[in-house]
């Protein structure tokens, strides 16, 4: 392609509206535009990019046996009570209605409609397992869109669905799912890892997410150097006896042998780390209580519940919610605190509230003896208090992971790292295909529900973190796979005819051995044109300038400061030598 006939427009000014260094960069490169809020117009050069990535993914699918469909994005809300998603997905689902009033929403995701397709294809055990899959939009009404396509609210997704007869053959889907996950980002030239994950809204019995690491990812993983132990935080876990003691043992505490519960006075010590300092202690010896509900009016089913834990941990309030099963879980506002548990806020404890409140006690509390939680009354604590002084409901593993926590497989101490989602892959079981029936028949003639993984990646997601972990100062610098042009041939005189004869035999050449190349044929001075190879960040760059008259030329790759002359006749074979260097060597 010829620069002077592309619609490429570059910037050298950063747009206000974008945060982190890869939206900058997508915009200066006139890569994309954005319309709205959360929805961008993809422009030629990154169209190029997101094919690319998306031949990447087809040729991996296609050898895992997933086979491409293409499924509507406008979904009819019956599918979606069918499985109870439609009241409870939640605002980020755009509903609408068309002129008869039917109710339709802009699928935020297809696991009914895959689901639904299957029930009424398939019968037998005969015509398992299969995998579909289809590469479309998507629309999520994000409340904060933002960092361009890492958030957007409309974006492109890779999701396909596996439909199996056992749980073994999920296994082999998944595993299947896994090495293809693997290929597709190592052939897209990103470094990944692969973290345990919560399964949030698709939900399952289990997920992993592949995640770029970057310091402007909004998901916060930790990982184990010395095990390889990875987790997203709203999943890991990791050895509670190794921060603060073992466990005691249930009834170890006779009540006869322990000090009483004494109430003592704390002025002003409504927080943890106020508390430990007034009483000069360490913070795993006090307890500290957090006030949920799941949301609802109290004539709909509203529920209140208290969350214990020790004061050397926070909470992770999504561990929480998946482990009441609560479609929502928002703190109880401060002023009903005491009315609607009988606790008393920044002086709670679990002694004495509303025996109709649930108390769910993280499992750290099972470490605790004579320790101390709040009164109930303003400025007041209890002290030498024990699990046999109230009564928990459940327990659970409700810590928030931090760096420094011992590793849950080896006992190291875990690092913490940002990382940009880019993949994430589900068992679902029979989630799906027991609410909408789903069933197959076996060899007995018996009906039962087929069982289904859920695998998906973010293909403009994935284009924007190739960019947030492929840059420099002067701009982009892509991975050969996907970059959008291999070459960028920049004359550098126009008016010279030497200059111009030398580029335009050089770019037929490369048109001959099928080079993907972009002409910086444009009469603008040298150092704007450098300035502009620089920004799109193409990974080869021949320059042809006042070596030419030598049967001479400039090669230089993006990520090098190394610039070396040439003789023309060597620059294709180097051209080509380099590309597929890159690509099969990925």
Not at 206 to 222: K, L, N, Q, R, T
Not at 417 to 435: N, P, Q
Not at 516 to 529: I, Q
């Amino acid at each position: 392609m010829r620069f002077s006939q592309s619609f490429i427009r570059t910037s050298k000014e950063e747009p206000a509206d974008a945060e982190i260094i890869s939206h900058k960069l997508l915009m200066r490169a006139g890569l994309v535009r954005k319309l709205a809020s959360g929805i961008y117009i993809i422009m030629p050069l990154a169209n190029l990019v997101i094919k690319k990535i998306e031949n990447i993914i087809r040729s991996e699918m296609n050898a895992a046996c997933a086979q491409e469909v293409i499924m509507p994005c406008i979904l009819p809300a019956n599918l979606w009570k069918e499985t109870g998603r439609w009241e409870v997905y939640g605002s980020e689902m755009l509903k609408i209605k068309d002129r008869a009033e039917r109710e339709y929403c802009f699928g935020p995701t297809h696991e009914e409609v895959i689901t639904d397709l299957v029930r009424h294809e398939v019968r037998s055990y005969k015509q398992l397992p299969v995998t579909l899959y289809q590469i479309q939009t998507k629309f999520r009404d994000e409340i904060r869109p933002r960092f361009g396509l890492m958030r957007a609210r409309e974006f492109t997704m890779k999701d396909a669905y596996s439909f199996d007869i056992s749980a073994e053959g999920l296994d082999i889907n998944y595993k299947k799912m896994h090495a293809a996950y693997c290929n597709i980002f190592k052939r897209c030239g990103v470094k990944y890892t692969v973290v345990d994950a919560d399964t949030g809204a698709i939900g399952g019995s289990s997920s992993h997410e592949f995640m770029v690491i970057a310091p402007s990812g909004e998901d916060a993983i930790v990982y184990c150097d010395s095990c390889r132990y990875s987790a997203n935080v709203e999943k890991a876990s990791t050895q509670i006896d190794k921060i603060i003691g073992p466990e005691i043992p249930a009834g170890s505490s006779a009540a006869a042998s322990r000090p009483k519960v004494e109430k003592i006075h704390t002025p002003n010590a409504s927080t943890i780390e106020d508390l430990a300092k007034f009483l000069k202690v360490d913070k795993k010896s006090l307890c500290k209580i957090l006030f949920f509900t799941n949301g609802r009016a109290e004539n709909d089913g509203r529920e209140d519940v208290v969350a214990l834990i020790s004061g050397a941990f926070e909470l992770n309030e999504i561990k929480l919610k998946n482990h009441l099963k609560f479609i929502n879980l928002e703190m109880i506002p401060s002023e009903e605190v005491q009315k609607r548990v009988g606790a008393y806020p920044g002086f709670g404890g679990p002694i004495g509230i509303n025996p109709n409140v649930k108390i769910i006690a993280d499992n750290s509390v099972k470490h605790l003896s004579d320790f101390v939680v709040g009164a109930n009354e303003k400025d007041y604590h209890l002290k030498n208090v024990n699990l046999s002084d109230f009564s928990v409901t459940s327990f659970a593993d409700l810590v928030m992971v931090d760096a420094g926590h011992p590793c849950p497989q080896c006992g190291a101490k875990l690092e913490k790292a940002r990382g940009i989602e880019v993949g994430h892959i589900f068992k679902l079981g029979t989630k799906y295909s027991e609410a909408l029936g789903a069933k197959y028949i076996d060899e007995a003639g018996q009906e039962n529900p087929i069982i289904m993984g859920c695998y998906g990646i973010g293909v403009g997601r994935t284009m924007q973190a190739a960019v947030e972990q492929n840059n420099d100062q002067d701009g982009i610098c892509w991975p050969m796979p996907i970059a959008p042009f291999h070459v960028i041939l920049v004359l550098l005189n126009s008016s010279d005819e030497t200059q111009k004869q030398c580029a335009e035999d050089l770019y037929k050449k490369m048109l001959a051995e099928n080079i993907e190349v972009l002409f910086d044929d444009r009469a603008e001075k040298p150092g704007f044109k450098f300035k502009d190879a620089d920004l799109l960040g193409i990974p080869i760059r021949v320059a042809v300038g006042r070596y030419a008259a030598e049967g001479k030329v400039e090669f230089k790759r993006r990520n090098s400061k190394d610039l070396k002359v040439i003789g023309v006749d060597e620059v294709v074979s180097l051209v080509k030598s380099e590309i597929s260097r890159e690509i099969n060597g990925l």
